[in-house]
C-alpha cells in the first residue's frame, strides 16, 4: 500500500468505507479524486471553451476501471530551469478542498487529479512497490505541449484501475480504488 495522508477537513481522504478508521492508501486516495472529478463533470457547469474530460468506465467482472484524463494545463518555466505544469479547474461551483497538512495542497481539484496520477505513476515506476510486476496500471502520463493557441499545454492520463466494491453497513455499496503497490 502506498501511504497517503490526508490533510484535515480533506473532501478525499484515501482511507477505505470498509475500514474508514484504517490507513488511508494513495490507490484510494487518487481513485476517489478521479471519481470525483468525474462526478462534478456529470453535474456542475463547464467554463467556456474548456476541453477538458474524465471519463470512467467500471467494469465489475473483472474489478477493473478503465480512466481516460485529459485536462488543459499552463506550463510555465520555474526557477532553476525546472517546469511546471498548473491546472485550473474547468468546472464552477466545485467545493472540494484537499485539506491542511496533508500530502496534497492542491489548489483545485483537476490539480489534485494531475498531481496524483503522477505519485502513483512514479511510484509504479519502480517495480519494487508493485505487488504484480507484471501489471501497469498506468499506461499513459503525459504532458503535452501545444504547437499554438489556447492552452498551451495538456495532460493526459489512461488508467486500468483495480477497484474493490464494498458493502456499506446501512446497505447499499461504494466502488473505490483497490491497493496495487507496496
Do not use: W
Not at 484510494?28 to 470525483?36: D, E, F, Q, S, T
Not at 478542498?97 to 483545485?108: H, L
Amino acid at each position: 500500500m502506498a501511504a497517503h495522508t490526508s490533510g484535515a477537513g480533506a473532501s478525499v481522504t484515501g482511507t477505505s468505507h470498509a475500514n474508514p478508521q484504517g490507513s488511508a492508501s494513495k490507490e484510494r486516495y487518487v481513485y476517489g479524486i478521479l471519481a470525483l472529478l468525474e462526478e462534478e463533470e456529470n453535474n456542475l457547469t463547464r467554463v467556456a471553451e474548456r476541453t477538458d474530460r474524465i471519463t470512467i468506465t467500471a467494469n465489475l467482472s473483472t474489478k477493473t476501471a478503465a480512466i481516460d484524463l485529459l485536462l488543459n494545463v499552463a506550463a510555465s518555466n520555474a526557477a532553476g530551469g525546472n517546469t511546471v505544469y498548473t491546472a485550473a479547474h474547468y468546472l464552477t461551483g466545485s467545493t472540494f478542498t484537499s485539506g491542511t497538512s496533508g500530502s496534497s495542497s492542491a489548489p483545485n481539484l483537476a490539480q489534485a487529479a494531475m498531481e496524483g496520477v503522477i505519485a502513483l505513476k512514479l511510484i509504479e515506476l519502480d517495480p519494487a512497490r508493485k505487488l504484480n510486476p507484471d501489471k501497469t496500471v498506468i499506461t499513459r502520463c503525459v504532458h503535452t505541449l501545444a504547437a499554438s493557441g489556447g492552452s498551451n499545454a495538456t495532460f493526459s492520463a489512461l488508467l486500468e484501475f483495480p477497484i474493490e466494491v464494498i458493502s456499506l453497513p446501512g446497505g447499499g455499496s461504494v466502488i473505490e480504488g483497490k491497493v496495487f503497490l507496496n
